[in-house]
């Protein structure tokens, strides 16, 4: 199959050392090595431009973490209710959303906008502000900075994030 997404340029050891603490030792991820293929500006062609490698994080199955298959009810619930050192799980779900709607509205992924209905729904019926789990600028609604940038396609700039956002990353 394909997943879609972005992808993003991390130089140096210091960075990958970093990611791989929180990625791996917290997290309970696995690494997979694997190609990433540039999305060109155009319809006419599925990808564009040269295979790059990349480095992915995998949920593992025999990590501690591992919740297991589940209905999406209870996964909504369950994003709903929880919130780690780098934010809260319905701000990942609902901008990984917005992502994939705002920057390939070609593509349908079921599974995830299925889930982001439900996280807003679950939300509205808690009574919880989306405000409120949007971020550190929980006094308003941040827009992403793709939104506010627009440059030629190209994986330097697939995700369109300028550096100062990467507020995960200490280097």
């Not at 409120?132 to 030629?152: A, F, K, L, Y």
Request: proline share 5%.
């Amino acid at each position: 199959g394909i997943t879609w997404g972005c992808a993003y340029r991390i130089c140096g050891q210091t960075a990958l050392d970093y990611l791989k603490q929180r990625e791996c030792t917290l997290g309970g991820y696995t690494t997979v090595d694997t190609k990433f293929y540039p999305r060109v500006a155009s319809y006419d062609a599925a990808f564009g431009g040269e295979a790059l490698p990349v480095l992915v994080y995998v949920a593992n199955k025999d990590s501690e973490h591992w919740l297991g298959e589940d209905r999406l009810e209870n996964v909504a619930k369950q994003i709903v209710e929880c919130e780690g050192p780098s934010g809260h799980n319905a701000e990942y779900l609902l901008r990984l959303a917005t992502f994939m709607h705002e920057e390939i509205p070609e593509i349908w992924d079921e599974h995830l906008f299925q889930l982001e209905s439900l996280v807003l729904g679950e939300l509205r019926k808690r009574n919880i502000p989306l405000w409120s789990v949007m971020g550190r600028n929980r006094d308003r609604i941040r827009r992403d900075s793709h939104e506010e940038i627009r440059r030629p396609p190209s994986f330097e700039f697939t995700s369109r994030v300028p550096e100062r956002k990467l507020r995960c990353l200490n280097i």
